[in-house]
């Protein structure tokens, strides 16, 4: 096919099959969110990149490899937005909010977009469920935001999960264990990958994430984040990993886990589906520096975002979704009766009787073999004749039988008969 009428690589559109799934999660978020006092929030699909760059760290690979940006008239530089915690942290800092009572907490659905190689459950736009706590310390947060997600696969009965959680410590004791971890791997520097040669100097943590086997077998062996933890971020953590115990979330310490962004300071967690693929349907953690790398303000945050499109591809598997089904079809011959058709369908439309309807065709024998094809119970037919006398005919697709009676008298006697079916 041409391929200016294909989709740009790795973005798909989303057709009525898919948007079921998309609407499903979106209703089960908001119902749990709701619960626990979240206010949603929508921001724009564009950014500044400069906030971008400040926010998730120019040596970061999203920043290096991943964003698209675009450059206006006025020279401004737009990026589209790869992940949703900086702008909202952005929203935080602009709309004051500040001043509300903390803490804030805001939950996100929507599209973003990272330059990334397209392959199975990874697009280059993507939709996150995410949530973001902001304007408190408490380690009782990082575990809500968790069992949120927790509770969210559950009641889309997607139950075989794994979490891994982990503390990166924060900026007194993390630079002490990057030390310890660069010596190490500079001992062994030859035998890993080109990529971790290069993080070796830039960002020594993302090693520990790499997905090399030579580099895993390294990875195995290096010192652990947890014996260079301060007091301050072990009595945190220690807090953090009772209170998940408390509500018998099933989690795994893990102690090389790290995440692909750089704000995150203590708490850092993954949830992965448990099968072969061990895909990561979510991720998130605790960024205390954030709001002060962005604006001075010291506002401590936690939060996390889940993928959309991989928890539909679990939940296709799972799930049939029934055909919807409609008990009337509404034929109409002519123009007269198309136009009264259009009156028709508002009275229909406020009466909540759902119908198919064969505007756009022209004739009545189509219209009918559609009725028949969409087994639906009865059909409304008009006609020039029935539009003179402002009657229709009811038709009883199963029987056969049909009589004409005035439109208002059709409505009323399909209701009772739609009823009458929906208690059966
Ligand atoms: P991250 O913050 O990058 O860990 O993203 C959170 C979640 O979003 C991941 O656990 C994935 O489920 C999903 N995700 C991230 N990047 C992509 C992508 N390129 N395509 C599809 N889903 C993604």
Redesign the pocket.
């Known amino acids: 096919m041409d391929s200016k009428i294909q989709t740009p690589t ?1 973005m798909e559109d989303i057709l009525e099959e898919e948007w079921v799934f998309y609407e499903m999660i979106e209703k089960k978020a908001k119902e749990i969110l709701k619960f626990y006092n979240f206010e949603r929030i929508e921001t724009p699909i564009l950014e500044k990149k400069e906030l971008f760059l400040a926010g998730i760290g120019e040596r970061s690979e ?1 920043i290096q490899k ?1 964003m698209f940006t675009l450059k206006t008239e006025g020279e401004t530089e737009l990026s589209l937005r ?2 949703g ?1 900086v702008p909202i942290c952005r929203a935080y800092i602009q709309r004051g909010m500040k001043e509300k009572s903390q803490p804030v907490k805001l939950w996100y659905f929507g599209p ?1 977009f ?1 330059h ?1 190689r ?1 392959q199975a ?8 469920l ?1 949530l973001e706590i902001l304007g408190s310390k408490d380690p009782v947060l990082d575990a809500e935001v968790i069992q949120i997600f927790y509770q969210i696969l559950k009641e889309l009965k997607i139950e075989d999960i794994l979490i891994h959680v982990n503390c990166l410590g924060d900026k007194n004791c993390r630079p002490y264990y990057k030390k310890s971890l660069t010596q190490y791997f500079k001992n062994k520097e030859k035998s890993l990958c080109k990529d971790c040669q290069r993080r070796l100097k830039e960002n020594v943590l993302r090693i520990l994430d790499c997905k090399d086997e030579k580099c895993q077998r390294i990875v195995s062996g290096a010192p652990q984040i947890l014996d260079y933890l301060c007091e301050e971020c072990k009595k945190f953590f220690e807090e953090f990993l009772e209170y998940l115990e408390s509500i018998s979330i099933p989690y795994q310490l893990n102690p090389y886990l790290v ?3 750089d704000y995150y300071t203590k708490t850092v967690f ?2 992965f589906e448990s099968g072969e693929k061990k ?6 953690g605790r960024y205390d520096d954030l709001i002060e790398i962005l604006s001075k303000q010291s506002v401590p945050g936690t939060g ?8 539909i591809e679990i939940l296709k598997k799972k799930i049939k979704i029934p055909k919807e089904k409609k008990f009337l079809y509404l034929a109409c011959l002519g123009k007269n009766a198309k136009a009264k058709a259009l009156e028709i369908l508002e009275i229909l439309r406020k009466e909540k009787i759902e119908c198919y309807f064969g505007l756009g065709k022209e004739s009545l024998k189509s219209q009918l073999k559609l009725a028949e094809k969409f087994k639906v119970k009865f059909c409304l037919i008009l006609g020039q004749k029935e539009v003179l006398e402002n009657s229709i005919i009811l038709k009883d697709m199963e029987t056969g039988l049909q009589s004409t009676m005035k439109i208002k008298e059709a409505i009323k006697k399909l209701k009772q008969l739609i009823k009458k079916i929906q208690k059966t």
């Not at 895909?279 to 998130?284: F, P």
């Not at 996390?304 to 928890?311: I, S």
């Open positions: 790795g999203v991943e790869p992940e915690t973003f990272r990334e397209p459950g990874r697009y280059r736009q993507f939709w996150q995410g995440r692909g962004l993954e949830i895909l990561a349907l979510a991720g998130g996390g975002a889940m993928g959309v499109e991989r928890l």
